[in-house]
T-cell receptor, first 111, second 114 residues
Framework: GEDVEQSLFLSVREGDSSVINCTYT??????LYWYKQEPGAGLQLLTY?????DMKQDQRLTVLLNKKDKHLSLRIADTQTGDSAIYFC???????????FGKGTRLSVIA | SAVISQKPSRDICQRGTSLTIQCQVD?????MFWYRQQPGQSLTLIAT?????????ESGFVIDKFPISRPNLTFSTLTVSNMSPEDSSIYLC???????????FGEGSRLTVL
């Protein structure tokens, strides 16, 4: 079955870059996603990447995809205290099935 | 994208009671999804709600415990029946409206069962 793995915790200093990693097992995934969940809130879609791309950049966010190793990462440049949240990696192997989520990485930003 | 409103946003319930969560979407959607997020855990899909037909439940979830209604293309309800403390979770409604299969979520309903 599909499985998505993430490390549970990451702590960085304000102004540094954060890199959150994710591995997945389903080689037929067509899209991979990153979501952010702030305390007491639902999940907010940050970005997604199509499986035939290696990289996608959106302002401070950079997504890298290594399809051969089934490894996805999210880099946040110049991390701010407002970036403190749980970040979920998710995959979808077709357009009509709901997503499979990892357990989430809790990012703590130290001022 | 879609704007999704859920209510209640949180509630404290007594063991043995039932609670219905409402989900309203600002556009018509074919499928709505209900997820559960237990404390410190990831999201688990409970069921898919289709308008005009019975909901499709995932393994481990049954209609008697989590009855779902889908009366139209913008609204759904999830009932958590005969609650126990193990049902304490965040329940999230979501829809899939983007071309990349992305899901959009409501703010969630945080249930605490005593």
């Amino acid at each position: 079955g599909e499985d998505v793995e993430q490390s549970l915790f990451l702590s960085v200093r304000e102004g540094d870059s954060s890199v959150i990693n994710c591995t997945y097992t389903d080689s037929s995934s067509t899209y991979l996603y990153w979501y952010k969940q702030e305390p007491g809130a639902g999940l907010q879609l940050l970005t997604y990447i199509f499986s035939n791309m290696d990289m996608k950049q959106d302002q401070r966010l950079t997504v890298l995809l290594n399809k051969k190793d089934k490894h996805l990462s999210l880099r946040i440049a110049d991390t701010q205290t407002g970036d403190s949240a749980i970040y979920f990696c998710a995959e979808n192997n077709s357009g009509n099935t709901p997503l499979v989520f990892g357990k989430g990485t809790r990012l703590s930003v130290i001022a | 994208s879609a704007v999704i409103s859920q209510k209640p946003s949180r509630d404290i319930c007594q063991r043995g009671t039932s609670l219905t969560i409402q989900c309203q979407v600002d556009s018509q959607v074919t499928m709505m999804f209900w997820y559960r997020q237990q404390p410190g855990q990831s999201l688990t899909l409970i069921a898919t709600a289709n308008q005009g037909s019975e909901a499709t439940y995932e393994s481990g979830f049954v209609i008697d415990k989590f009855p779902i209604s889908r009366p139209n293309l913008t609204f759904s309800t999830l009932t958590v029946s005969n609650m126990s403390p193990e049902d304490s979770s965040i329940y999230l409604c979501s829809v899939q409206t983007g071309g990349a299969g992305e899901l959009f979520f409501g703010e969630g309903s945080r249930l605490t069962v005593l």
